[in-house]
């Protein structure tokens, strides 16, 4: 009876054993079985993502810009990032174009370099979320209060902005051109961000008692009527960081430096063109930090109503040798130059 017991025991044993077996076996089927084509479930490291970039125009800050997003978030992601990258050609209403074809591909996220640029996206969807650069100042550009601004949005939109200190800038002017009693700005009136821009130097050199005359346009066709004007009745003249202004200096430099009369501008790109000196930051770092920003909403899940908006640290003085020499311009210590290339 014992020996029975014993051999029963062994048996039942046994049987649980070869059923265990079978129940792992079916399981392992079941997932590999011939004829099931369904693929398993994504995981995060899986996911990929792609990404619209709309760029108002082709022009060395914009460019930089892009070129610092794009390299950010491709550290980050590698090849599992494709861009759709897209030039407006300083047209306003291509924005608008471009980034209703990103929403209507249903892209991840919308890359917008430039203030129209911004201001098509935010038009366009209020869902995907949007990363800026090359932005003055997004209060203005969102037509949000300005007395009221927290430094975030408060919706689908974050950023970089490529404001330099305008009161610096401004101050710049008289250390430069410390006899000047009249200074000019150029700029296109089309762009929210560049009157906010001369709004604030304005206010700045009339309370130093400079007489402060606007020259706005509005498009290349009267930027040479505009600036001849100018020259002729100013000392000095300051461009902000303005899209329409950068798509023109060669125009503008063809007419202020024969007249003798300098200019500052707002960022290096103008400056290189047509400037003496600027207070300059780099759109590289600034669409860098918009990159990583990007990579953050994108696969760590931050809300970019909640993202405050980024400015650069990275302020340097910098100036055109040449063109200074040519106008008689004694440039400070601690300028660090722009080389202009000869292009003939």
Known sequence: MKKFTKVLSVILCLALALTAFAACGGKDDATTAPGDTSAPAATDTDKTYTVGICQLA??????????????????????????DEQNAAGEANACATIVNKFVASKVDLIMANATPALQAAAAATSTIPIVGT??????TALDMDVDSWTGKTGVNITGTADCAPLEKQAEMILTLVPDAKTVGIIYCSGEANSKFQVNAVKAYLEKKNITV???PFADSNDITT???KAVSECDALYAPTDNKVADNTEVVNNIAEPAGIPLIAGEEGICKGCGVATLSISYYDIGYEAGMMAYDILVNGKNPADMEIGYSSNLVEKYVKDRAEALGITIPEGYEEIVVEDDK
Not at 66 to 80: C, I, P, R, W
Not at 134 to 139: F, I, K, L, M
């Open 58 to 83: 082709p022009h060395v800050a914009l460019d930089a810009a892009t070129k610092g997003f794009k390299e950010a978030l491709t550290e980050k992601l590698g090849d599992k990032v494709t861009f």
């Open 134 to 139: 090359s932005v003055t100042d997004y209060a």
């Open 213 to 215: 005359k606007e020259y």
């Open 226 to 228: 505009v600036v001849t």
